[in-house]
């Protein structure tokens, strides 16, 4: 299958910065990707989606202006952590999708640990 | 709202042993259902799906049965290996959306 990476694997930052999480299909030319987060003992939550060249669709309850993503081209997409908070400490996935694939057929990266201090 | 419920792990057994892993879900209409593997520093690979009622899904040994009258997607394998250690994560979707709904994940120790 496709290989997605993620950058950095884990990061910790200090309240009140922003921190960036790259996203990368490494031989898959991905129109969509998902950007997911992890809470301790919680379930992987939907963030938002992003198509190539558009702007996010966000799932309710996800601050836009907090957490911006762009998907500026097909094997790319960024998730900024703004003015982040120690309650924004997670574990953020990125998966990609292709035209024509169905919901499933997603290709997941390995995740990225965020704590915030 | 849709939702999915795992058994919380972790999950130990011995090289050879039985493994079940319960999911149950919670959604309006029929869903379809999937198991998906996390093995250590990588991403989630799709491991088994069923699409409707009494669907079996198969892979790598493991099976799970989509069980509408239970609202279940139990998995299971019959002998685990030391190379099955990883989080499972059961989830659902909807034909018509992109969305996959997941459990927590449950992380399975196999040990020699």
């Known amino acids: 299958g496709a290989v997605v990476s993620q950058h950095p694997s884990w990061v910790i930052c200090k309240s009140g910065t922003s921190v960036k999480i790259e996203c990368r299909s490494l031989d898959f030319q991905a129109t969509t990707m998902f950007w997911y987060r992890q809470f301790p003992k919680q379930s992987l939550m939907l963030m938002a989606t992003s198509n190539e060249g558009s702007k996010a669709t966000y799932e309710q309850g996800v601050e836009k202006d907090k957490f911006l993503i762009n998907h500026a081209s097909l094997t790319l997409s960024t998730l900024t952590v703004t003015s982040a908070h120690p309650e924004d400490s997670s574990f953020y996935i990125c998966?990609?999708?292709?035209?024509?694939?169905?919901?499933?057929?997603?290709?997941f990266g390995p995740g990225t640990r965020l704590t915030v201090t | 709202g849709n939702s999915v419920t795992q058994m919380e792990g972790p999950v130990t057994l011995s090289e050879e042993a039985f493994l079940t892993i319960n999911c149950t879900y919670t959604?309006?209409?029929?869903?379809?259902l999937f198991w998906y593997v996390q093995y250590p520093g990588e991403g989630l690979q799709l491991l088994l799906k069923a699409t409707k009622a009494d669907d079996k899904g198969s892979n790598k040994g493991f099976e799970a049965t989509y069980r509408k009258e239970t609202t279940s997607f139990h998995l299971e394998k019959g002998s685990v290996q030391v190379s099955d250690s990883a989080v499972y994560f059961c989830?659902?979707?909807?034909?018509?959306?992109?969305?996959?709904?997941f459990g927590t994940g449950t992380r399975l120790q196999v040990f020699p």
């Open positions: 989830a659902l979707s909807y034909r018509n959306t992109d969305k996959l709904i």
């Open positions: 959604a309006t209409g029929y869903p379809s």
């Open positions: 998966s990609a999708g292709g035209q024509g694939l169905a919901s499933y057929e997603q290709y």
